[in-house]
């Protein structure tokens, strides 16, 4: 099973052939931030679901007290990179609202059943982002 820098080299490298499909029949895209204090590009490899047109992640990292540093990175600098197989394309991020996140959040826990274990290890809100095509 692929993860981190060995799954988004290889999902890159072969247009999603190799790490497009995951763990329990999750599907995953790689979201390219830039680095709020580096400036560096960071991809990583995240499950993902869809909401009409729009694809959805989740900034869960486990449960942990502090977000994914791919959240802090989009939240500083919302112009980001997505790959969804060998679909490449600039969007935009953005948290889901208050009003959007239960419905979103159910998408995404039906992907990912748990997502729902992460809320509950952490007192943070665990956002949905939204990467809009441009």
Do not use: C
Not at 38 to 50: H, P
Not at 70 to 86: E, F, R
């Amino acid at each position: 099973m692929l993860f981190g820098k060995e799954h988004v080299d290889r999902y890159v490298a072969t247009d999603g052939a190799e790490g497009y499909d995951w763990q329990k029949g999750a599907q995953i895209l790689i979201l390219t931030t830039t680095g709020r204090k580096s400036g560096e590009l960071r991809s990583n490899a995240l499950i993902f679901g869809r909401h009409g047109d729009d694809y959805l992640v989740v900034g869960s990292k486990g449960g942990a007290p502090a977000p994914p540093a791919w959240y802090v990175n989009l939240s500083a600098n919302p112009a980001v990179q997505v790959q969804v197989k060998g679909d490449r394309f600039a969007a935009h991020a953005r948290t889901a609202t208050a009003e959007e996140k239960p419905d979103l959040w159910k998408t995404m826990t039906a992907v990912w059943p748990d997502y729902d274990q992460y809320q509950q290890r952490t007192e943070r809100e665990i956002p949905v982002v939204i990467p809009t095509r441009d």
